[in-house]
Each structure stands twice: as structure tokens, then as C-alpha cells.
């Protein structure tokens, strides 16, 4: 059974920055596109940041300039930079690796920003 785990969520002023982890043990990593989403209280999941197994990304509109998603086939880890956080930013933030009908979802990690 595949397993993502996240890590680097946390409270962080507004301005801040943070950098979120997701670990996969994923057998062949390198063929999946992997994604960040997130979940703000009482609203809809929704696509933060998405890269494809050749390395094309693409971000929602309100991170586009201050997030940036990568991946590391050999340590199977994708990354989430995050730059000049704002309060809507909050939420949790779910890691998803997708291929072919494979789907696969991290438990979350909190980033809550506030002053």
C-alpha cells in the first residue's frame, strides 16, 4: 500500500515562509505526477500546485509568483516553497500522487498564517 507522508506545516506570520515536504514510498515515483491541495475550513478542496513526471508544473492563480512546487525522484519527495504566505493561505495541505488509475493521498499537515 503506497504511503504519503507530509511534513512542514506551521504557524507562520503573514510575509512568511515555509517549506512543506510529502515522502512517498511509491515503487516507481519518478512516473507519477504529484500535486499539492489544500482544504480551508468550510470551503472545497482545491489544486494548490501540480508537477508532472517530465517536470511541467502548474499553480492555481493565487499562488502563481510566491509558491513553488518541485520534486526529487531519488529521496521520492516532493516539495512545496512557499513565499510570502498570506492569512488565506491557510489551511491543510494534502499531498497527491496520480498515474494511470493509481490515487494516492497524503493525512495532511496544518499551515496556519497569522499574526
Known amino acids: 500500500q503506497a504511503q504519503l507522508v507530509e511534513s512542514g506545516g506551521d504557524l507562520v506570520q503573514p510575509g512568511g515562509s515555509l517549506r512543506l515536504s510529502c515522502a512517498a514510498s511509491l515503487s516507481i515515483f519518478r512516473i507519477y505526477t504529484m500535486a499539492w491541495y489544500r482544504q480551508a475550513p468550510g470551503k472545497q478542496r482545491e489544486l494548490v500546485a501540480g508537477?508532472?513526471?517530465?517536470?511541467?508544473?502548474n499553480y492555481a492563480d493565487s499562488v502563481k509568483g510566491r509558491f513553488t512546487i518541485s520534486r526529487d525522484n531519488a529521496k521520492k519527495t516532493v516539495y512545496l516553497q512557499m513565499n510570502g504566505l498570506k492569512p488565506e493561505d491557510t489551511a491543510v495541505y494534502y499531498c497527491?500522487?496520480?498515474?494511470?488509475?493509481?490515487?494516492?493521498w497524503g493525512q495532511g499537515t496544518q499551515v496556519t498564517v497569522s499574526s
Open positions: 508537477i508532472t513526471n517530465g517536470g511541467s508544473t
Open positions: 497527491n500522487a496520480r498515474w494511470n488509475i493509481n490515487d494516492y
